[in-house]
T-cell receptor, first 113, second 109 residues
Framework: IAGITQAPTSQILAAGRRMTLRCTQD?????MYWYRQDLGLGLRLIHY???????GKGEVPDGYSVSRANTDDFPLTLASAVPSQTSVYFC????????????FGQGTRLTVV | GQNIDQPTEMTATEGAIVQINCTYQ??????LFWYQQHAGEAPTFLSY??LDGLEEKGRFSSFLSRSKGYSYLLLKELQMKDSASYLC??????????WGAGTKLIIKP
């Protein structure tokens, strides 16, 4: 693993199903982030974690949950997917809250039907 | 509210120079980033400005004026591979990154 790895790279999901997007980094970064990117809207922050064991809500947290059990992993869960959650999801990390240069995973393209 | 504005789309010619502007209104300021994002790929870091002035890195330069809430990214000697979206992002007083919607740059031969 080099940098940030997301899985899966793409997924088609039936509405109402539960889905977890995985994110793993090997840079020992303290802070991690989940964004969604929609055409014309740019990157919007869903949830973040400034350090292992802590999480916070971003701009669009509804319908999503995260956990940060250790430094490396930051999974994003959709409890009951809806079509409006169709998007490209990016996981990112940075050294810390005050060192906010972000490194991104390759993205997960999610389609909810 | 917090807001970052950049043009939606720009077109330029191979070999030419293009300037992509970004204006911002945020609660506090702790730095401004420019990222490049090719279609279907992740954003990648280009530049970081925290003090006023010009930062030059090869063919790319980035300028910041904090008093005007303004930055630009200057791309010289444009190449076809520079066709991408360019994202402006500002770190606010809580060190959260606020992102612009991005500028799609189209390079024509």
């Amino acid at each position: 693993i080099a940098g940030i790895t997301q899985a899966p790279t793409s997924q088609i999901l039936a509405a109402g199903r539960r889905m977890t997007l995985r994110c793993t980094q090997d840079m020992r970064h303290n802070a991690m982030y989940w964004y969604r990117q929609d055409l014309g809207l740019g990157l919007r922050l869903i949830h973040y974690s400034n350090t292992a064991g802590t999480t916070g809500k971003g701009e669009v947290p509804d319908g999503y949950s995260v956990s940060r059990a250790n430094t490396d992993d930051f999974p994003l869960t959709l409890a009951s997917a809806v079509p409006s959650q169709t998007s490209v999801y990016f996981c990112a990390s940075s050294e810390g809250q005050e060192r906010s240069k972000a490194f991104f995973g390759q993205g997960t393209r999610l389609t909810v039907v | 509210g917090q807001n970052i504005d950049q043009p939606t789309e720009m077109t330029a010619t191979e070999g030419a120079i293009v300037q992509i502007n970004c204006t911002y209104q945020t609660s506090g300021f702790n730095g401004l980033f420019w990222y490049q994002q090719h279609a279907g790929e992740a954003p990648t870091f280009l530049s970081y400005n925290v003090l006023d002035g010009l930062e030059e890195k090869g063919r790319f330069s980035s300028f910041l004026s904090r008093s005007k809430g303004y930055s630009y990214l200057l791309l010289k000697e444009l190449q076809m591979k520079d066709s991408a979206s360019y994202l402006c992002a500002v770190t606010d007083s809580n060190y959260q990154l606020i992102w612009g919607a991005g500028t799609k740059l189209i390079i024509k031969p």
